[in-house]
C-alpha cells in the first residue's frame, strides 16, 4: 500500500514548480509560462487520458525556477530532456517521454510537413537548430515506432495553440485530480 502522504507531497512539489512560472515570460508570447501550462492542460483533456493532461501541463516545467530555470535551448541541453528528467521520478515513463518529445515532435514535423517550418514562431524557428534541426529519415521512422508517437503530436499542436492572451481555463488547483492519479498510479506501478 503506497503512503499517501508521499503521493501528497510530490503533488505539493509540482504545483509549486508550476507557480513558480507565474510571471515567466514565454518566448514573446502573449502569455506567461504558467498561463501556456494551463491552456495546454485544458486543451489536452479534450483529447487524452490523465498522463496525457499531465504531460501537457508540465512539458514545459524546465522553465520553471523551481525545477531548473532553462530560458532557451542550447546545443548541449533543452528544455524537454530536463524536463523529462525531472518527470520521470515524480509522474513515471509515459509523461516523462511524452514532454520530453515535444521538442523531437517539431523536429519531425519540419521533416515531414512541408509547410510546418514556415509556420514556426522566430524564437522557435531559431531554437530549432539547436535542437538537432529537421530529423533525418532513420530518426523520423524511430519516432514512428513509438506507441504514443501520435499523442506527442498532439501535444505539439497544443503547444502551438496554448498563447491565447486572456483564455478563460481551470487554475492549476483543478489539476489536483490528475496528479494525485498519475503519481499514485506510478508509485503504485515502480513498488
Ligand atoms: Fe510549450
Redesign the pocket.
Known amino acids: 500500500m503506497d503512503d499517501p502522504s508521499a503521493v501528497e507531497s510530490t503533488v505539493e512539489d509540482i504545483v509549486a514548480a508550476c507557480r513558480s512560472m507565474v510571471g515567466l515570460p514565454y518566448d514573446g508570447e502573449p502569455v506567461d509560462q504558467l498561463e501556456?501550462a494551463l491552456q495546454?492542460a485544458a486543451l489536452a483533456r479534450l483529447h487524452g487520458d490523465d498522463e496525457f493532461v499531465v504531460a501537457a501541463l508540465l512539458?514545459?516545467i524546465a522553465r520553471a525556477p523551481a525545477v531548473a530555470g532553462i530560458p532557451y535551448d542550447g546545443p548541449h541541453e533543452h528544455h524537454g530532456a530536463t524536463a523529462a528528467r525531472w518527470l520521470k521520478p515524480r509522474v513515471g515513463a509515459r509523461v516523462a517521454w511524452l514532454a520530453e518529445q515535444?521538442v523531437a515532435a517539431k523536429r519531425y514535423l519540419v521533416a515531414t510537413d512541408p509547410g510546418y517550418a514556415d509556420r514556426l514562431t522566430e524564437v522557435s524557428a531559431r531554437t530549432l537548430t539547436a535542437q538537432g534541426g529537421p530529423m533525418s529519415p532513420t530518426e523520423v521512422q524511430a519516432f514512428r515506432s513509438h506507441r504514443d508517437w501520435r499523442l506527442a503530436l498532439m501535444l505539439r499542436a497544443i503547444?502551438d495553440q496554448?498563447k491565447v492572451p486572456g483564455a478563460r481555463v481551470p487554475g492549476i488547483d483543478d489539476y489536483h485530480g490528475e496528479l494525485r492519479r498519475v503519481v499514485a498510479g506510478h508509485r503504485g506501478a515502480a513498488g
Open positions: 501556456h495546454c512539458h514545459d515535444h503547444d496554448g
